[in-house]
């Protein structure tokens, strides 16, 4: 059964840090671009970051650029998100994907076709 599996969420405070994980199971994703959304109550979908299939191109949203990292181990058939400097309005249940449609780094969401079931992140004041 294909499924991409998140882990790492939870609870910071502002300014900490969290490293979320994005495994891929029963297929590999290793040809694809990845990237990580996220959405908050009330809102919609977002782009947070995305990386091309050999992880040597990276495209960040204005909101995260400079804190966030997104990278992949393609042996391992996972992603990952290393955020830190986390602020309050970084809380949101964030997803991984895979634009299989693609290897190259890609931002817009309707290119995503394989997606987690998600994992919360909240930042407390």
């Known amino acids: 059964q294909e499924q991409l599996l998140e882990s790492g969420g939870g609870l910071a405070q502002a300014g900490g840090s969290l490293r979320l994980s994005c495994a891929a199971s029963?297929?590999?994703?290793?040809?694809?671009?990845m990237g990580w959304f996220r959405q908050a109550p009330g809102k919609e979908r977002e782009f947070v970051a995305t990386?091309?299939?050999?992880?040597?191109?990276?495209v960040y949203a204005a909101s995260v650029r400079g804190r966030f990292t997104i990278s992949r181990d393609n042996a391992k058939n996972t992603m990952y998100l290393e955020m830190s400097s986390l602020k309050p309005e970084d809380t949101a249940v964030y997803y991984c994907?895979?634009?299989?449609?693609?290897?190259?780094?890609?931002?817009?969401?309707?290119?995503?076709?394989?997606w987690g079931q998600g994992t919360q992140v909240t930042v407390s004041s």
């Open positions: 990386i091309s299939w050999s992880g040597r191109s990276t």
């Open positions: 029963g297929r590999t994703v290793s040809n694809y671009a």
């Open positions: 994907a895979v634009a299989r449609s693609t290897p190259w780094a890609e931002s817009k969401v309707g290119e995503y076709d394989f």
